[in-house]
């Protein structure tokens, strides 16, 4: 078949889940012997077209990633003239697009097109207002909420969503949470949800001792010591400062534990400054921003993943790769967090910015390395058999079934 992925960022503009899922479904559909193209926004290097091993990405000039409002026309145009010749061009049996990127082009009549697949990374338009309200910390923000960021809802967002499942063939949730939300927001729509999870590459996320030997080494850590691990992208609605704050209760009586933390953004100064506080200071390792690539080495590095999100997540990427690696997790179940572990089997489930509850389960499986060992089999066994790159494969068959293409 011959797929071509859209999206408004990937990996080189910014680390994000949806850009890490594009990449994925990109190298996996290629190692399965199909030709894939992608469609995105402009290179910061200027580069127009880069070839990968069975890839071939088009980098759009003039447009821009962060999708400003002065910004966001130029992308509809060029995306929908683009995504037009190549389809034509390339024979593309099938569009996959991130979110709204192809927006523009679903709206040509579908006689006129190619089948358009819509993967959705959040909760609906419900959702995505409740993980905005959770990052509100002060009189500020609330009122830019109240004020600017309503009017960009009411006039942007939703018409948006709106516009993409009425125009998509089809729309695929990347946990049950997000598919449960969008059968509730518009359930006229119900016969085109699917629910397909992130496929993670489980050859590349999976316990590696040299690699665990190597990390510990880089970051200091000894034999005495246990790792906990919080990543991404440092916003206040991932509650890392509720991590923070849940390390810091458990130190008390677990002095040779470590955490350390991977990511860079606006929160990063706070919690550094917390992390320098009495009874923290020295404990706390930051690692900053890493790629994607280097994340296996970080998780192998670790014993305990922790997501403390308070964001309504469409599923938490970073929670599969711990997963993957063998780390048992504690993660706030919100969203579609609750699609990833299984609670008490291989992690624990805490309420969204309950401190104590998080320092609570960690604890445990700080002093039982039997049972978090047994946890982190279970992790490991259920991102294989729920999680892997076999996820491909029902992309590809939802394809062929929209394009009519027998095997």
């Known amino acids: 078949m011959n797929i071509c992925i859209v999206s408004t960022s990937t990996p080189l503009h910014r680390q994000g889940g949806t850009e890490l899922q594009a990449d994925s479904l990109a190298r996996l559909a290629a190692a399965r012997g ?40 130029a992308w509809w145009t060029a995306s929908a003239a683009k995504l037009s010749r190549l389809c034509e061009e390339e024979r593309i049996d099938a569009v996959w697009a991130e979110n709204f990127a192809g927006l523009s082009y679903a709206a040509i009549p579908r006689a006129e097109r190619k089948p358009v697949i819509s993967i959705v990374n959040g909760l609906a338009v419900r959702g995505e207002i409740a ?29 948006r969503f709106r516009a993409m499942v009425r125009d998509s063939d089809l729309l695929v949730g990347v946990s049950r949470e997000t598919t449960a939300a969008l059968e509730r927001e518009f359930p ?3 016969a085109k949800f699917r629910t397909i999870f992130n496929p ?10 040299e690699l665990r030997k190597a990390a510990r080494a880089e970051f200091g850590f000894t034999g005495e010591n246990k790792v906990l691990l919080m990543a991404g992208i440092l916003h206040k609605q991932k509650g890392l ?9 458990l130190r008390q009586a677990s002095p040779s534990a470590r955490l350390l933390i991977v990511g860079d953004g606006p929160e990063l100064p706070a919690l550094k400054a917390a992390a320098a506080e009495p009874g923290l200071s020295g404990a706390v390792s ?3 921003a890493r790629r994607n690539g280097e994340m296996p080495f970080i998780y192998n590095g670790a014993d305990i993943y922790l997501n403390p999100t308070m964001r309504m ?14 780390l048992p997790s504690v993660v706030s179940k919100i969203g579609g967090t609750a699609s990833t572990i299984t609670d008490g089997i291989s992690g624990f489930f805490v309420p969204p910015g309950d401190a104590e509850a998080l320092a609570a389960k960690a604890a445990l499986l700080l ?8 946890m982190g089999a279970a992790a490991r066994a259920r991102a294989v058999s729920e999680f892997s790159g076999s996820n491909i494969d029902r992309y590809l068959e939802l394809s062929r079934e929209l394009a009519r293409i027998k095997e």
């Not at 599923?315 to 711990?322: H, M, N, S």
């Not at 002093?367 to 047994?374: H, K, Q």
């Open 241 to 249: 400062h509720v991590g923070l704050e849940a390390f810091s209760r």
């Open 34 to 73: 199909h030709r894939v193209f992608w469609v995105t926004t402009a290179h910061p290097e200027g580069i127009e077209t880069e070839e990968r091993p069975g890839i071939r990405i088009y980098y759009l000039k003039g447009t821009s990633y962060r999708m400003s409002r002065a910004e966001a026309p």
């Open 367 to 374: 002093n039982d390395s039997p049972l978090a060992a047994a």
């Open 188 to 190: 006229a729509s119900a």
């Open 131 to 159: 993980s905005n309200f959770n990052r509100v910390s002060s009189a500020r923000e609330l009122f830019y909420f109240l004020t600017r960021y309503a009017a960009q809802t009411l006039f942007y967002y939703i018409p």
């Open 200 to 209: 993670v590459d489980t050859a590349l996320f999976r316990p590696d001792a």
């Open 313 to 326: 997540e469409g599923l938490g990427l970073v929670t599969v790769e711990a997963m993957a690696c063998g």
């Open 286 to 288: 930051f690692a900053g």
